[in-house]
């Protein structure tokens, strides 16, 4: 077989593809010593190399001389033990969700100050590492000035840009100047936001700049999407089946543009976890809905929202000036209660933040400060 064998001092023994191990070769000829891209081109390595010298160098060293090109790789061997043991992991493995439970407050969520994360990569580590885990996060104590919520979401992804722009102001509009439902004292139904993209974002992020009125009025409202699924999969798995294969159309009109998209409410990966939320009343389009389809579906959809709607497992906050709440878009629905805007003075500023920078900016805080905190 094409495998070097190693025998360490403990007396264990590993073996190693010997394809693998040229590859992992991080010489100024194989990668790139600023960028740390491969400049070794995997698919031209040899299928039947092998080494012609082993050696030990250093403490933690061993070096080996490869056949075709007399190539020299030098490996650390405490890395190759992790890697034959499946301890080296390259990415961070995801945080693990846990499903809301009754009664579920405020209090209970990971919160930061605005200050603390925004000066320190330890606080910011800290309050990053603990977010997936209920799919939602509160720093407070924000500057209340326009773009806050910018620089705030550049420390913690990359921000994407949408139709709506880099970022949005959430303020009341009367029904013939709005382009969308959030811009309006209307109740708000809780949603998954842009659902009617096909690649949605994965953070929403809300600035509180104002908020001035009674407090039962215009209050946020987030739920668990994931929870919800799972209490309809155990009630109704007929529904959930329905949900999880049968597709439906989302549907918003900008500017006299059609944003469309079509895709299952629940989504789950190929072992049949499940890993999106796609739903929002608000753009759901059933016009051209098969019609063996429309009881199923829309009865199925009805299911899933009573579990949505739970007053026992719904977090109700009313946002304080100063607060940026952050949610995982793919498994939190937000909403809003209606207000009055006689009564009411509520401004907000969001935007929408790319999965990939934050588990980039999690992964290097992680390699820094993952044994302290």
Same mark, same amino acid.
């Given at each position: 077989?094409?495998?070097?064998?190693?025998?360490?001092?403990?007396?264990?023994?590993?073996?190693?593809?010997?394809?693998?191990?040229?590859?992992?070769?991080?010489?100024?000829?194989?990668?790139?010593?600023?960028?740390?891209?491969?400049?070794?081109?995997?698919?031209?390595?040899?299928?039947?190399?092998?080494?012609?010298?082993?050696?030990?160098?250093?403490?933690?060293?061993?070096?080996?001389?490869?056949?075709?090109?007399?190539?020299?790789?030098?490996?650390?061997?405490?890395?190759?033990?992790?890697?034959?043991?499946?301890?080296?992991?390259?990415?961070?493995?995801?945080?693990?969700?846990?499903?809301?439970?009754?009664?579920?407050?405020?209090?209970?969520?990971?919160?930061?100050?605005?200050?603390?994360?925004? @000066? /320190?990569?330890?606080?910011? %580590?800290?309050? #990053?590492?603990? $977010?997936?885990?209920?799919?939602?996060?509160? &720093?407070? +104590?924000?500057?209340?000035?326009?773009?806050?919520?910018?620089?705030?979401?550049?420390?913690?992804?990359?921000?994407?840009?949408?139709?709506?722009?880099?970022?949005?102001?959430?303020?009341?509009?009367?029904?013939?100047?709005?382009?969308?439902?959030?811009?309006?004292?209307?109740?708000?139904?809780?949603?998954?936001?842009?659902?009617?993209?096909?690649?949605?974002?994965?953070?929403?992020?809300?600035?509180?700049?104002?908020?001035?009125?009674?407090?039962?009025?215009?209050?946020?409202?987030?739920?668990?999407?994931?929870?919800?699924?799972?209490?309809?999969? @155990? /009630?109704?798995?007929?529904? %959930?089946?329905? #949900?999880?294969? $049968?597709?439906?159309?989302?549907?918003?009109? &900008?500017? +006299?543009?059609?944003?469309?998209?079509?895709?299952?409410?629940?989504?789950?990966?190929?072992?049949?976890?499940?890993?999106?939320?796609?739903?929002?009343?608000?753009?759901?389009?059933?016009?051209?809905?098969?019609?063996?389809?429309?009881?199923?579906?829309?009865?199925?959809?009805?299911?899933?929202?009573?579990?949505?709607?739970?007053?026992?497992?719904?977090?109700?906050?009313?946002?304080?000036?100063?607060?940026?709440?952050?949610?995982?878009?793919?498994?939190?629905?937000?909403?809003?209660?209606?207000?009055?805007?006689?009564?009411?003075?509520?401004?907000? @500023?969001?935007?929408?933040?790319? %999965?990939?920078?934050?588990?980039?900016?999690?992964?290097?805080?992680?390699?820094?400060?993952?044994?302290?905190?």
């Amino acid at each position: 077989p094409n495998v070097t064998k190693l025998v360490w001092h403990d007396g264990t023994t590993h073996e190693f593809d010997n394809v693998w191990l040229r590859d992992q070769c991080d010489c100024p000829q194989c990668l790139h010593p600023r960028t740390k891209q491969k400049l070794l081109d995997a698919a031209t390595i040899p299928i039947d190399i092998a080494p012609v010298d082993v050696t030990l160098g250093n403490v933690d060293e061993l070096n080996i001389t490869w056949t075709s090109e007399r190539h020299r790789s030098v490996y650390n061997t405490e890395w190759l033990q992790k890697c034959a043991s499946g301890q080296f992991k390259l990415v961070p493995p995801e945080q693990k969700r846990k499903l809301w439970e009754t009664g579920i407050g405020i209090d209970s969520l990971p919160t930061a100050q605005y200050d603390d994360v925004m @000066e /320190s990569d330890k606080a910011l %580590y800290a309050w #990053l590492s603990r $977010l997936l885990k209920p799919g939602i996060g509160i &720093v407070k +104590g924000a500057p209340l000035v326009e773009g806050t919520v910018l620089t705030f979401g550049e420390r913690v992804s990359n921000v994407r840009k949408s139709i709506f722009g880099r970022s949005y102001q959430i303020v009341a509009y009367p029904d013939d100047e709005t382009t969308d439902v959030s811009y309006t004292p209307r109740i708000l139904n809780l949603h998954t936001d842009l659902v009617y993209f096909e690649n949605p974002v994965v953070f929403v992020t809300i600035h509180c700049r104002e908020m001035r009125g009674p407090p039962d009025q215009g209050m946020s409202v987030f739920a668990d999407g994931f929870l919800a699924a799972e209490r309809l999969k @155990e /009630s109704h798995p007929e529904a %959930y089946r329905v #949900l999880t294969s $049968l597709p439906v159309d989302y549907l918003l009109e &900008v500017d +006299g543009k059609p944003y469309r998209n079509r895709t299952r409410v629940i989504c789950t990966d190929s072992d049949g976890n499940v890993e999106k939320i796609r739903a929002n009343s608000l753009d759901l389009v059933t016009k051209d809905m098969p019609y063996h389809q429309q009881r199923p579906l829309l009865s199925a959809f009805r299911l899933l929202t009573e579990y949505i709607r739970d007053s026992s497992v719904l977090l109700r906050y009313q946002l304080k000036a100063g607060d940026i709440v952050i949610v995982d878009n793919r498994r939190i629905l937000h909403g809003r209660t209606a207000f009055n805007t006689k009564e009411m003075r509520r401004h907000l @500023e969001g935007c929408y933040l790319e %999965y990939d920078g934050f588990k980039a900016n999690l992964g290097s805080l992680e390699e820094k400060w993952g044994n302290e905190v």
